[in-house]
């Protein structure tokens, strides 16, 4: 564990295999492995899928996303349709 590397922590603990989005002053980030990572992905939070791009959720992008080897839709930020 990398001790200059911020960790998101859970009831006192780190669990290094959480995977979520994480609002920190008003920003929504995604968090891999509980450290932010800067992907452009799709992360499910509350049973929503929304669009990340550089490590933080974007609810302006309009248009097809590549995850996990299918295309999805997106529209203000969130997944709407699987399109292949």
Known sequence: MNFTTPYYV??????????????????WYYVKNSVMDKSRTLCKYNNVWYFVNNGKMD??????????????????GVMQKKVK
């Open 59 to 76: 609810r302006t992008y309009t248009g097809y996303v590549n995850y996990n080897g299918s295309k999805y839709y997106v529209v203000k």
């Open 10 to 27: 859970k009831n006192g603990v780190v669990d290094m295999k959480t995977t979520t989005l994480v609002k920190y002053n008003g920003t």
